[in-house]
């Protein structure tokens, strides 16, 4: 088999990724002093989460101008009636005695401005009239992409990621004792024994575009889990297994789903993807793969369909994919209705749809003729 540095495809660098770019310092060993919070607290700014919700600024107008994300001060917090509690480390509704978690540090901005991320899921029912009169809404983390500055869509990923990953690791796996944030949440210690210690963690996925054996076709498909979302295909993708390298779990993931052996693998660029499969934080490692032949044998549990598509046909779908009817965008799941086209790829805030335009915009094969 040809080793990847075969391969002659000049990889252009992909696009800056939705959730990625994030420009908040995360370096800052202060972190570790025990009373980094409490002295922090007064002077940062801090970010309301509700399980995958993110407070922003409510806009009174439909200019259609970008959301802000509502990054709070410690009065505008405690006008909202959220307080520091009495242990000095987390936080309380001051009525109906709500108890939240501590803040978590996400980094420091460009103004030395530390900027923290509160969850206050537990105090939603009680919050909901108080962020209204305030101007303040909560809006889904998913249906922010195309809503937010990139920048500030990567901080909102990283609060939600972090804050869920801090309510999904409340015992230690290792003992069954409860365990508490550290280092401003950078890190989870068990109170039965500090070294069972756990980090927020994150699920790498391979994403792959595989191109056919004369490398005039790409391999699309439809996963069960977007059943419902209507005439969609993308790349196909799957979780990277323990002691499996990116390109192996390239290769099994298309044997797996399509039935095609691939080749040469190289790895293009990677995507944060904070809204994954079971509330999970996952990395999106985008692939571009060489099929060694080209019969397709779809695994019918996994996948509703599996296809080649023309280069032209990708072409056009990439140009279609902004269109409003794209079932991506959640306003329909009909098919797009000029060009003779029956699906939809997912729109630019996809590592999918990058890698797609990629391989279509280059105008022969991606991996040398040799291989
Ligand atoms: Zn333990």
């Known amino acids: 088999m040809a080793s990847v540095s075969d391969a002659v495809a000049t990889a252009p660098e992909l696009v800056a990724q939705s959730f990625g770019g994030n420009t908040l310092e995360r370096t800052l060993p202060a972190r570790r002093d025990t009373d980094f919070l409490s002295k922090a607290l007064p002077a940062a700014r801090l970010l309301l989460v509700l399980g995958r919700g993110v407070c922003v600024r409510a806009q009174a107008d439909a200019s259609g101008a970008p959301k802000e994300l509502a990054s709070l001060s410690l009065e505008e917090l405690e006008q909202l009636g959220i307080v520091p509690s009495s242990n000095g480390t987390g936080m309380r509704l001051n009525t109906g005695g709500a108890s939240l978690p501590q803040p978590y540090l996400l980094g420091q901005d460009a103004a030395s401005v530390l900027r923290l991320v509160l969850d206050a899921s ?31 869509l990567a901080v909102a990923g990283h609060a939600v990621a972090l804050s869920q990953w801090h309510v999904a690791h409340r015992f230690c796996g290792r003992c069954g004792a409860e365990q508490v944030p550290i280092e401003a949440g950078a890190k989870r210690q068990c109170t039965a024994d500090p070294r069972h210690r756990v980090y ?5 996925v391979a994403i792959m575009l ?64 904070p809204i994954g ?28 369909e599996v296809r080649w598509v023309s280069r032209a046909n990708v072409l056009e779908a990439v140009a279609a ?3 409003p009817d794209n079932p991506y965008y959640g306003n329909s799941t009909g098919a797009p209705a000029e060009g003779g086209l029956d699906f939809f790829i997912p729109p630019p805030w996809a590592i999918a749809h990058h890698l797609i335009k990629a391989w279509a915009s280059r105008p022969v094969p991606w991996f040398s003729s040799r291989l």
């Open 321 to 323: 994919s902004a269109h």
């Open 210 to 273: 595989v191109e056919s054996a004369a490398g005039d076709a790409a391999l699309l498909g439809r996963p069960r889990s977007l059943r419902g979302r209507g005439a969609v295909l993308t790349c196909l993708s799957g979780f990277i297994e323990q002691g499996e390298a990116i390109e192996e779990a390239v290769r099994r993931e298309v044997a797996e789903e399509a039935g095609v052996p691939v080749g040469p693998v190289q790895i293009l660029g990677s995507q944060p993807w």
């Open 122 to 152: 537990d105090a939603g029912d009680a919050l909901a009239e108080r962020l209204a009169s305030a101007g303040l809404q909560v809006a889904d983390l998913r249906a922010l992409m195309p809503q937010l500055e990139a920048t500030e």
């Open 277 to 304: 499969r079971g509330g999970g934080c996952e990395l999106m490692i985008g692939c571009v793969a060489k099929a060694v032949a080209d019969e397709i044998h779809t695994d019918q549990e996994e996948m509703e």
């Open 200 to 204: 927020p963690r994150t699920d790498p």
